[in-house]
C-alpha cells in the first residue's frame, strides 16, 4: 500500500532503518523505535552496515564480473551515500538504475537517487511491491529498462517486511516469483532477509515484543524459506550466506559475528 501520508508520531520502517545507519532522517517516535529494538538486538546496527557493505559488493560484482547494466531496487530506503547507482555507474557508467519505495520519506530524497552519469540513467518510482503490475508495467521504469537484457532485481532488506497472508493467498514468494518471471535469462536476483537461525533466544524476544511499536512489522524466516525465494535461479558462489561473508574484499568488522548480524544474502542468475 501507498503511504498517503508522513506520520512524524509513528514509527516508519524505513526512517528506523536510517537511524540504525546513523543517518539524520528521522522523528524522535523513530529514535525511541531504534532504540527499543537494539535494547533487545544489540547488534541491529552492525546488521544495517553489514547489510550495506554486501549491497556495494554484490553491485560491484553485478556490474564488473556478471556484465549487469540494468539494476531495479524495490524498498530503496532513504538515499544513504554511495547509492546503488553511484556503485554501478562507478564501474560501468551506462549502467541504468530504476528506484521504487512505497514511503513518502523516500519520495521527499528521491532528487538524490537522479544525479548519475552522462552516459547511464536513473529514475525513481512511487509505487508499492505488493503490486507488481504497477512497477514492472509502468511507464516510467519502461522508459529506462530494457527487458529484453539482463536486469538485476535487487530485494535487500526488504522482504522480512513482507508478511505471508494466508487469507489473501499471496506469499512473499509468490510475489517473488511473479518479479523475476517478467525478468530475461541471464537476469540476477539479489536478497539479503533476517532470520533467527543464529541467534533464538534474541529473536523470541523481538518476536514476542510490541513489533508494532517498533516499526519493524513483517515475518522472520529461517534458511530453507529464504532459500525458496531462489527457486529456479542459480545461486552464484558463494550461495546462501550471511552478508559479511560474500565475497569479502576487505577486513570484516570483529563485531559482524553471524549471531550479531542475523542475516542472509544471496546472489542467483535466471538460467
Avoid at 29 to 42: C, L, N, S, T
Avoid at 51 to 63: D, E, G, P, Q, S
Avoid at 114 to 121: D, Y
Wanted: contains cysteine; glycine residues 6%.
Amino acid at each position: 500500500m501507498l503511504e498517503e501520508q508522513i506520520d512524524p508520531n509513528k514509527p516508519d520502517p524505513a526512517r528506523v532503518y536510517d537511524w540504525f545507519l546513523d543517518g539524520k532522517t528521522s522523528y524522535p517516535a523513530d529514535e525511541q523505535a531504534g532504540q527499543f529494538v537494539a535494547g533487545i538486538w544489540p547488534g541491529v546496527k552492525t546488521a544495517a552496515r553489514a547489510n550495506r557493505a554486501f549491497i556495494h559488493r554484490a553491485v560491484r560484482w553485478l556490474a564488473k564480473d556478471a556484465g549487469i547494466r540494468q539494476f531495479l531496487d524495490i524498498g530503496t530506503g532513504i538515499p544513504t551515500e554511495p547509492n546503488l547507482h553511484q556503485t554501478a555507474q562507478s564501474l560501468a557508467p551506462d549502467a541504468r538504475i530504476v528506484y521504487t519505495d512505497n514511503r513518502l520519506i523516500v519520495l521527499r530524497y528521491a532528487e538524490a537517487l537522479m544525479t548519475g552519469t552522462p552516459e547511464g540513467r536513473t529514475a525513481y518510482l512511487h509505487a508499492d511491491f505488493f503490486d507488481p503490475p504497477s512497477i514492472l508495467r509502468s511507464p516510467e521504469l519502461r522508459e529506462v529498462l530494457d527487458f529484453s537484457q539482463p536486469i538485476a532485481l535487487c530485494l535487500n532488506a526488504l522482504l522480512h517486511y513482507i508478511a505471508d497472508d494466508p487469507e489473501r493467498g499471496v506469499t512473499a514468494q509468490d510475489l517473488v516469483a511473479e518479479y523475476v518471471r517478467a525478468l530475461p535469462s541471464g537476469s540476477c536476483l539479489v536478497v539479503t532477509h533476517v532470520t533467527s537461525d543464529f541467534d533464538p533466544p534474541t529473536w523470541d524476544r523481538i518476536l514476542s515484543g510490541n513489533r508494532a511499536a517498533t516499526g519493524q512489522m513483517g515475518q522472520v524466516r529461517t534458511e530453507p524459506e529464504i532459500r525458496r525465494f531462489f527457486d529456479g535461479l542459480e545461486l552464484v558462489e558463494p550461495g546462501l550466506v550471511p552478508p559479511q561473508d560474500w565475497r569479502p574484499d576487505g577486513e570484516v568488522p570483529a563485531e559482524a559475528t553471524h549471531a550479531t548480524v542475523s542475516m542472509w544474502a544471496g546472489v542467483a542468475r535466471k538460467p
